[in-house]
């Protein structure tokens, strides 16, 4: 009874910031309410309510009109590298029970809901997400009174220009030395790709290869081995590589 009080306290102090909350299941995290998120208010009564049918649920908070969130899963070594390496700004904090970071950020409409976006277990919440609010379970808070803007790569890393293609050569006949340099261009312009574009690109000159092969300018399993090569370059893991990969030749060849 008493561990239900404190959780309807707390709730309603996170609401007096403004932030709107729902009940979420200790274990799983998931929504104990229909909708989700969706259902988050900053109704006393409404949350008095809640908290009374599921005194131990977790606090749940709607992202994106208060706040955006980056999500670090710091049990995973490549997250803990982007971590210790991305020279983030001090802003608000909270320790997960996982233990990895929640940093919060002023919100930003370019800041959505991603996941490994940014780098493998780095993901976002923004409009349409939400976190539990790990301070409510008694975990750590980090520069608590601090909410600093989303620093501009970060919007430039989740917002990335559309990827410009090699223009399509005027047709004439193909040389091997033409072939050659035509597949040195494919593998250049895909394992340039920046992230959020890697697959687009892979994609775009997968086709361009499988059309190679139709023309008996390149065996299949030379221009499979070229794309992934140039897609590891890239640091696209090997299964999404081939899975792209085989998408693009399935396509050149329904459209032949």
Known sequence: MRNQSNKIRTALRITEKGHAVFPCDKD????????????????????????????????????????????????????????????????????????????????HDKVGCTASKLWRHIDTRGQGGYIIWWPAEGLEVLHGGTLTTVPDWIIQRLNPPEPVYPAPQSKRPLTTESVHAKIEGIFRAIASARPGERNSLLHWGACRLAELVAQSLLSSTNAHDIAIEAARRTGLPYPEALRTVKSAFRGVRNAA
């Not at 009109?65 to 590298?81: G, M, N, R, S, Y």
């Open 28 to 107: 799983s995290k998931a929504p104990l309410v229909p909708h989700g998120f969706k259902d988050a208010t900053i109704n006393a009564e409404l949350i008095n309510r809640w908290w009374r049918q599921f005194p131990n649920a977790m606090i749940g908070v709607a992202t994106g009109e208060k706040f955006v969130v980056i999500d670090c899963d710091l049990q995973h070594p490549e997250a803990q590298q982007w971590y210790a390496r991305a020279n983030l700004p001090p802003t608000r904090t909270h320790v997960t029970r996982s233990g990895g970071r929640h940093l919060l950020f002023k919100a």
